[in-house]
Structure formats: structure tokens, C-alpha cells
């Protein structure tokens, strides 16, 4: 069945490090796929998406590009900031349905 | 997009008690979805709410459980029944994409916990 598997975390930076996180997935098809960011005690936002293969989805100096041949959708920033300190989600719509199916979810810290 | 109103945002129940959730929405849509989130885990699907029909519940998840009431397109609510401690979670209501590929709206969730 559809899944996604997202790297493992707690992960750990200081300011200005370099970012992946790594996600792949297994879908009939060729889903959208997406990043979900969630804020300590808020709800999930969008973060950026990608619709069809090559795609590269970008928002807040994040990016991910949209593998085919890996089915890999890897979330990468050149520089975080303390404010990224989130947990990150992957994502894709499963096949068939509007149903999302998500990765198990990325915290990430940044300190200072 | 679409602006998801979810109240309430936190409680604190009794076990063996009921908590009502509800999820509003500033437009119309077909499908709405809610979700829990375990304490550090990812998001599972409860069900999802179509109007005018009874929801569609996911594997190990019941309606006696979790009822859901879906009685316009722009609102619905979530009851977790006869709670206990491992209800605990955060509940997230949701609405579909309106077209192919484009994203789903979150609501800030309810964070219930269970004592």
C-alpha cells in the first residue's frame, strides 16, 4: 500500500547549518507530494509541494525536488534559522483517493 | 485557500467522559477529514465526514468511539467517547484539496488530554 518513510530524527543544528531531510515514497502512480511544517503548539501548514516529476517545490528557502526515479521528495535548506525549529512532515496523496498518507514526522531543533 | 476555525484549541477530561470537537470551515467543501496525532508520533487518519452521508472510518477506528457529525459543507464535529488516558492526542480536522495536487487545510488542532 501507499506509504511514506521520512528520516529519523530528533535532529539537531546550529544557526546557519545546512538542512536535509531525507523522504521517500511508495505510491501507485505519480502523486503530489508534499512538506507539512508544524510550529510547537500549532497545527500543520504547508510548507511547499510538488506536483509531477522534476517539480521543485520552494518556500521560505526550503526546497525539494520531485525524484521519480527514486521516489524521492529530500527537504533541503541552505541555512537554518532558530525559527525553523518545527517538526517536518512528509507527504503524498494516496492513489485513488484525497486521502493524505504522511511520513512519520522530523523535529528539528536549531539552536542559536 | 481555506480558513479552518477548531475549538476547542486544549482541554483536560475526566476519564470515562465525552469531549465534542468541532471544525469550521469559511467555504464549502465535499470532504473533511479528521486525524489524531499521538504524543511525539505522526498523524492517523480517523475518518473522513461527507455531507449527507455517515463518515468513513479507518482500520481500528469505530464509530461508537469516534462520532461524527457532518450536517452542512462548511461544518463538523468530532466526539471521542468514554475516554481514557490513551485518548490523549492532539485532534486535527481537515479539508480536501479542491483540485488535483493542490494542498489540504489544517485547523490548529485540539490538544485532549486525559486524566
Known amino acids: 500500500g501507499d506509504s511514506v518513510t521520512q528520516m529519523e530524527g530528533p535532529v539537531t543544528l546550529s544557526e546557519e547549518a545546512f538542512l536535509t531531510i531525507n523522504c521517500t515514497y511508495t505510491?501507485?502512480?505519480?502523486?503530489?507530494l508534499f512538506w507539512y511544517v508544524q510550529y510547537p503548539g500549532e497545527g500543520l501548514q504547508l510548507l511547499l509541494k510538488?506536483?509531477?516529476?522534476?517539480d521543485k517545490g520552494s518556500n521560505k528557502g526550503f526546497e525539494a525536488t520531485y525524484r521519480k526515479e527514486t521516489t524521492s521528495f529530500h527537504l533541503e535548506k541552505g541555512s537554518v534559522q532558530v525559527s525553523d525549529s518545527a517538526v517536518y512532515f512528509c507527504a503524498h496523496i494516496q492513489g485513488g483517493s484525497e486521502k493524505l498518507v504522511f511520513g512519520k514526522g522530523t523535529k528539528l531543533t536549531v539552536n542559536p | 485557500s481555506a480558513v479552518i476555525s477548531q475549538k476547542p484549541s486544549r482541554d483536560i477530561c475526566q476519564r470515562g467522559t465525552s469531549l465534542t470537537i468541532q471544525c469550521q470551515v469559511d467555504s464549502q467543501v465535499t470532504m473533511m477529514f479528521w486525524y489524531r496525532q499521538q504524543p511525539g508520533q505522526s498523524l492517523t487518519l480517523i475518518a473522513t465526514?461527507?455531507?449527507?452521508?455517515?463518515?468513513?472510518?479507518e482500520s481500528g477506528f469505530v464509530i461508537d468511539k469516534f462520532p461524527i457529525s457532518r450536517p452542512n459543507l462548511t461544518f463538523s464535529t468530532l466526539t471521542v467517547s468514554n475516554m481514557s488516558p490513551e485518548d490523549s492526542s492532539i485532534y486535527l480536522c481537515s479539508v480536501a484539496p479542491r483540485a488535483k495536487g493542490t494542498e489540504a487545510f489544517f485547523g490548529q488542532g485540539t490538544r485532549l488530554t486525559v486524566v
Open positions: 505510491a501507485t502512480g505519480y502523486p503530489s
Open positions: 510538488a506536483t509531477k516529476a522534476d
Open positions: 465526514a461527507n455531507q449527507g452521508s455517515e463518515a468513513t472510518y
